[in-house]
């Protein structure tokens, strides 16, 4: 018997992304206002917004996540009209950060009350074995098992590749997920790093981002440092890094007296999604640890 193609409703960029790579994304019916990739998804109607100004410097984006924790506010809403009218019979959402997208419990609530109810499926990555299994258990809803494994092995061997050509010994890495305050990637970006031929100095596979100070980092001693931030492209990157070098703060001047090439990497592509481009954003890793920029990377200093 065939499985039935389900109608789709994306409510984090993850999901869209990896729906896109198993040749599904002629299902998405609503994806979240945070999904720009593959490009090809731009027409499809957006389901989530957020109060947040990303326009903002990020001292004070964390400011308005901070006040509307405080005040009981919700960082991701879901258009719940625009849910109803995509009709959708499965959603993706997550419960990892509920300032990344919609976390599941909310979305279980709104979709109770649709009718028929559609099935939620959260994705659980917190490290890259993890982001494997999301994609199966993908593919399995889709009935796209094969196209699922298929991507994986295609993974798992640039991954492979990735090793066999990692510099030696190891250099240390530190990588910036957040300037002000400071947060250093954790999740599976410390595997990304490892795979690419770095050892993470700033966190374990796995590990939940926690605020950090400039003074703790510089008793890292990185011999890299990679300023991946969340949600940021390249360009946003490197204006938040100048931004930051450039104040009168403490914490400014010891991240201006580290003895370490720094280089800016599309965050918001390559570290922040439990997606097949982490993958990607290994590589990318690889190429700032053997000196060589290309899209997506710039040296900064």
């Known amino acids: ?84 009218h995509a009709r959708p019979d499965l959603i993706l959402t997550q419960g990892l950060c509920e300032v990344c997208a919609v976390v599941e419990g909310d979305v279980r609530t709104l979709a109770q009350v649709l009718s028929p109810a559609p099935s939620v499926l959260p994705l659980t990555a917190r490290n890259l074995p993890g982001i494997f299994t999301d994609i199966e258990t993908i593919g399995a809803a889709l009935g796209r098992e094969a196209e699922a494994g298929a991507l994986n092995a295609s993974l798992e061997q640039r991954l492979r590749a990735l090793s066999a050509r990692a510099p030696r010994p190891a250099p240390r890495v530190m990588v910036v997920e957040w300037l002000e305050p400071l947060y250093l990637a954790g999740h599976w970006v410390p595997e990304m790093v490892a795979w690419a031929g770095g050892n993470d100095v700033g966190a374990a596979p796995g590990d939940h981002s926690h605020p950090r ?61 439990p997606g097949p481009r982490a993958v990607d954003g290994a590589e990318l890793i690889q190429r700032a640890l053997l000196g060589s920029g290309t899209p997506g990377l710039r040296r900064l200093g």
């Open 1 to 84: 018997m065939q499985t039935p193609t389900p109608r789709i409703a994306s409510l984090l960029p993850a999901g869209t992304e990896i729906v896109a790579a198993l040749g599904a994304e002629h299902l998405l019916v609503g994806i979240s206002h945070e999904c720009d990739y593959p490009p090809s998804v731009a027409h499809i109607p957006r389901l989530t917004g957020s109060p947040i100004d990303s326009s903002r410097s990020s001292a004070a984006i964390d400011a308005q996540v901070r006040s509307l924790h405080a005040s009981g506010g919700t960082v991701i809403t879901v258009d719940g009209t625009a849910l109803r």
């Open 213 to 273: 100070r400039w003074q703790e980092a510089a008793t890292l001693a990185p011999d890299m440092i990679v300023v991946a931030l969340c949600g940021f492209g390249l360009e946003r990157a490197v204006a938040e890094w100048k931004q930051f070098l450039t104040g009168g703060s403490a914490e400014a001047a010891i991240a201006r007296g580290l003895d370490a090439p720094v280089w800016a990497l599309d965050g918001n592509a390559y570290t922040s999604r």
